[in-house]
């Protein structure tokens, strides 16, 4: 099969064509045959050699794709050869064909395409997790989520806006700020421009914040957050240490948490697709919300795509197009 795979720890330029063998399903898996890959911040982070795959895994980068299932493994029973499924992959996704857990795989929403579908995955498992399984959002709350234009944001502000939440973001740009205004984000900050903290303490402070560059936003975060609010965070793109006052967390009740997804249990993973498919995935099939697209590039073009997505120039979210 064709793939792309990282040749060593470095830029963009060390992702480069190869021929691989096909994989096989072991018990519980399936094989998917790729159209679509998504592209990712963490694909990006396994390039540059600080990401490892999980024990097990495809040493190809791609967490996430769409297509139809060429072959099952043993046990499993819900999937068969042709259904169109998008999915979430432990590794793998830069190849024509890749192996998942058969509790990782959805059905393709009603309606979309496999290009669209296979956007899905790794942002919607990512943003559900954490902003309604560990952040709690309800209607009606404050919420902020950083980087609105990228993937996570362009989910994030969509999803919280069908919760009936008051969405808040920062962008980078007035074409950004405005895509998510479009998007169902009440007030769009750019932070360039504006002070985030000052803007979201002004109407109450935020209930939840979804957060995934760290840093100087640690702390700043913090300062933003309502009394009894929720900081959750899921990456560190200006890095994981920051000076932090941790009275504010006690005197203010303050819940200060995160995760990442890949180096979850199958069966956590299971039980948020299996909350996806119940919750998210009919407005999905009703058109009430959908993956944001920015550009498509070559499955040989990968490296492509990953200088566009670290460029920040993007909105919304990059894919491969495996199948040629």
């Given at each position: 099969?064709?793939?792309?795979?990282?040749?060593?720890?470095?830029?963009?330029?060390?992702?480069?064509?190869?021929?691989?063998?096909?994989?096989?399903?072991?018990?519980?898996?399936?094989?998917?045959?790729?159209?679509?890959?998504?592209?990712?911040?963490?694909?990006?982070?396994?390039?540059?050699?600080?990401?490892?795959?999980?024990?097990?895994?495809?040493?190809?980068?791609?967490?996430?794709?769409?297509?139809e299932v060429a072959a099952v493994g043993p046990g499993?029973?819900?999937?068969?050869?042709?259904?169109?499924?998008?999915?979430?992959?432990?590794?793998?996704?830069?190849?024509?064909?890749?192996?998942?857990?058969?509790?990782?795989?959805?059905?393709?929403?009603?309606?979309?395409?496999?290009?669209?579908?296979?956007?899905?995955?790794?942002?919607?498992?990512?943003?559900?997790?954490?902003?309604?399984?560990?952040?709690?959002?309800?209607?009606?709350?404050?919420?902020?989520?950083?980087?609105?234009?990228?993937?996570?944001?362009?989910?994030?502000?969509?999803?919280?806006?069908?919760?009936?939440?008051?969405?808040?973001?920062?962008?980078?740009?007035?074409?950004?700020?405005?895509?998510?205004?479009?998007?169902?984000?009440?007030?769009?900050?750019?932070?360039?421009?504006?002070?985030?903290?000052?803007?979201?303490?002004?109407?109450?402070?935020?209930?939840?914040?979804?957060?995934?560059?760290?840093?100087?936003?640690?702390?700043?975060?913090?300062?933003?957050?309502?009394?009894?609010?929720?900081?959750?965070?899921?990456?560190?793109?200006?890095?994981?240490?920051?000076?932090?006052?941790?009275?504010?967390?006690?005197?203010?009740?303050?819940?200060?948490?995160?995760?990442?997804?890949?180096?979850?249990?199958?069966?956590?993973?299971?039980?948020?697709?299996?909350?996806?498919?119940?919750e998210v995935w009919p407005m999905l099939a009703a058109?009430?919300?959908?993956?944001?697209?920015?550009?498509?590039?070559?499955?040989?073009?990968?490296?492509?795509?990953?200088?566009?997505?670290?460029?920040?120039?993007?909105?919304?979210?990059?894919?491969?197009?495996?199948?040629?």
């Open positions: 099969m064709r793939a792309v795979e990282i040749t060593e720890a470095g830029g963009p330029d060390v992702l480069k064509p190869v021929e691989r063998e096909r994989p096989e399903p072991g018990p519980g898996q399936i094989l998917i045959r790729l159209h679509h890959a998504g592209v990712n911040r963490p694909d990006a982070l396994q390039r540059a050699g600080m990401y490892a795959p999980p024990p097990g895994a495809s040493d190809l980068p791609g967490l996430e794709g769409a297509g499993v029973s819900r999937w068969r050869e042709g259904d169109r499924v998008c999915a979430l992959l432990p590794g793998g996704g830069y190849a024509e064909y890749a192996v998942c857990n058969a509790g990782h795989a959805l059905p393709v929403p009603e309606g979309m395409s496999l290009k669209q579908a296979a956007c899905l995955p790794e942002t919607f498992f990512t943003v559900y997790s954490n902003v309604v399984m560990r952040g709690g959002l309800k209607a009606g709350e404050r919420f902020l989520v950083h980087g609105g234009s990228s993937g996570i944001g362009t989910t994030a502000i969509q999803l919280a806006r069908e919760l009936g939440a008051r969405v808040f973001t920062t962008a980078g740009s007035a074409e950004k700020c405005a895509a998510c205004v479009d998007l169902g984000a009440e007030r769009a900050i750019n932070y360039r421009e504006e002070d985030f903290v000052e803007v979201v303490k002004a109407e109450g402070g935020a209930h939840l914040i979804l957060d995934m560059v760290g840093g100087s936003y640690i702390s700043r975060n913090v300062n933003a957050l309502a009394d009894e609010g929720r900081l959750v965070q899921i990456a560190f793109l200006e890095g994981p240490k920051a000076e932090l006052n941790f009275a504010q967390m006690m005197m203010r009740r303050l819940t200060l948490t995160g995760s990442t997804l890949r180096p979850q249990s199958d069966l956590a993973k299971t039980r948020i697709a299996e909350a996806l498919e119940r058109g009430r919300i959908a993956p944001v697209m920015d550009r498509e590039f070559a499955l040989e073009d990968a490296a492509k795509a990953h200088a566009r997505m670290e460029s920040s120039t993007h909105i919304g979210k990059i894919v491969l197009n495996v199948a040629g």
